[in-house]
Nanobody, 124 residues
Framework: QVQLVESGGGLVQAGGSLRLSCAVS????????MGWFRQGPGKEREFVAS????????WYADSVKGRFTISRDNAKKTVYLQMNSLQPEDTAVYFC?????????????????WGQGTQVTVSS
């Protein structure tokens, strides 16, 4: 079994910043894409950002471009999401995901492995 554990969520005022982390443990894979999704109140889960194994392919949802930055540390099996200029509409549960088939399938939510999620609340 593979485990993904997110951390770093919390309550922040609009305009503030948070850094999410997600560590992978348990069953290991040689290569995998990593990414983040979120699910706001009453909304469907949506893609936020993804990063390839080598880090040379990065994608962002339009809603977070220029504000969020995804990165990874393969030695630590950890992916990060630096979130700046947070707005109330960013309020959601943020989920970490990995996909052994690559970023394309991760973004399409095909055969992703998931974490339990971490709550991010942005107050106005």
């Amino acid at each position: 079994q593979v485990q993904l554990v997110e951390s770093g969520g919390g309550l922040v005022q609009a305009g503030g910043s948070l850094r999410l982390s997600c560590a992978v443990s348990g069953r290991t894979f040689s290569r995998y894409a990593m990414g983040w999704f979120r699910q706001g109140p009453g909304k469907e889960r949506e893609f936020v950002a993804s990063i390839s194994w080598t880090g040379d392919s990065i994608w962002y949802a339009d809603s977070v471009k220029g504000r969020f930055t995804i990165s990874r540390d393969n030695a630590k099996k950890t992916v990060y999401l630096q979130m700046n200029s947070l707005q109330p509409e960013d309020t959601a549960v943020y989920f970490c995901a990995i996909n052994i088939e690559g970023s394309y399938y991760l973004r399409r939510n095909e055969n992703n492995y998931w974490g339990q999620g971490t709550q991010v609340t942005v107050s106005s």
